[in-house]
Structure formats: structure tokens, C-alpha cells
């Protein structure tokens, strides 16, 4: 089956950058069978959407707002995402939480809105290490669930997708490790049935956090494991190209 993999370049490149290797992707990731999507920052979204129409990617956003329009300053409308040709949108991603206080009730409110305009959410979660070590993590990661899918309801599986991201895993984080895709895959099955118990149908999940061209194989082998978000390792060809290969 194929993979779905997300490059996430967060707020790393310029718009010229950003334009530059959407081009390059467009001629060199061309062709892969997996599904590739490509999620720049807001500013570059509708020129990154013109130079990959026809090319076989597909197109992400970072965030959509919890409303389709209104007095929101500064936010930006799922509705005009999806007109522009965006199909995913990352909701919940471990940096928002921490840095802009996303709470598990807005994101609930942005995957409302989001599956409204007919975008398809990736909703993160993810333990930190606190939970982790103290063996926490699988209640956390139920509760993330249940509040950021309360009363969400989807008609298809592969009308939301499931990224866990570990927050300790993440490149961004200087002690990251990634974690073994065994385990991966054990947390990714845990994720999956509370999800389905929750939205009543099995969605897709990925897992994100320091993947790299040297683990990719290890978790692609593990049939749990839809595919990847992928942060650091995006923004460079060769490294991507072996991830989405
Ligand atoms: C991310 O932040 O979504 C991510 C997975 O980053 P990285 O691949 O750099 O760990």
C-alpha cells in the first residue's frame, strides 16, 4: 500500500527557498508510488501551489483557523486553503502547542472546520518525556484523542490521518532520539483502535519525529505505519528523496 509522507518546512525557509524546492521536488520526487505532500509556510502556499499543479504532489498547510470566516486578525480560512488547492492540513503540531498555547479545545475546533471545508486533518499528538519516563504515555496520548476528536465525525477512514509525533523525538528537540520502530509501531497500533473507537472508522497513521534516510526503512517495513512527518529531513533532497523512495 502506499505510503503517505508529509514534508513539514515549518518556518525554515524564506519564500524564494521555498519556491526553489518545491521546483526541484516537482522534477525529482516525480513518479515515487508513494503519496508526497508538501506543506510551506502561508506566505509561499499559492505560489508552491501553481509550480506543483500537474506534477503528481500534493499540497499541505501548517494550520487553518477554527472558523471558515470572520474577525479572526491574522488567521487564515480553511475554506480559502481549499480553494487555493490544499488537501492536508497539520493541526495540533507539538510547536504550536507549546509556543502559541494551542489547547486540545481549539484544535478540536480547527478539525471541525477544517473537515467542513473538505481538507483532510493531520492531528498530532504526542507524549513529552515527563510522560514517557514516569510510563504515562498511553493515558496521555488517549486523553490528546479524546478531547482534540470530541464530537468529530468523518464519513470516510482516510477523511482524518493520525501523526504521532513523540515530542522528545522531534529534531528540534537537541537530546532527540528517535525511537525504535518496533516501539513506533506498537504505539501507532495503541493510537489507531482508540482512534477508531473514537471517529467509528480506522484512520491512517503516520509517525513523525527525527525520521532520517538511515530509520525510514526500519519503520516503512512496519504495516501500522502509514507513512511519515517529516520535519528536518524535508528540506533536503537527497535525504527526502530516500525517505519517500
Ligand atoms: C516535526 O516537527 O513534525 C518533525 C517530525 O520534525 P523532525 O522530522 O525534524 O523531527
Known sequence: MKKL???????QLGYRASLDLARLYTKQLAGLKNEIVLCPDYLSLPAVSAILKKSGLLLGAQDSAASARGA???EVSPADLKALGVKY??????ERREHLHENSAIINAKIKAALAAGLTPVLCVGEKIAE????EARPYLAEELRHALKGVKIK???????????VWAISTNKDAKPIDAI???DMLGFIQSKAANLLEKKPRVLYGGSVFPGNAADFSAQPVIGGFLVGGASLK?????????
Open 156 to 166: 470516510r477512514a482516510s477523511d482524518l490521518v493520525i501523526a504521532y509525533e513523540p
Open 183 to 185: 516501539s513506533a509501531s
Open 72 to 74: 479572526y486578525t491574522g
Open 5 to 11: 509522507i508529509i514534508a513539514n518546512w515549518k518556518m
Open 89 to 94: 492540513v497539520i493541526l495540533g503540531h507539538s
Open 237 to 245: 533532497l537527497t535525504d527526502f528523496k530516500i525517505i519517500c523512495s
Open 132 to 135: 514517557r519516563e514516569s510510563g
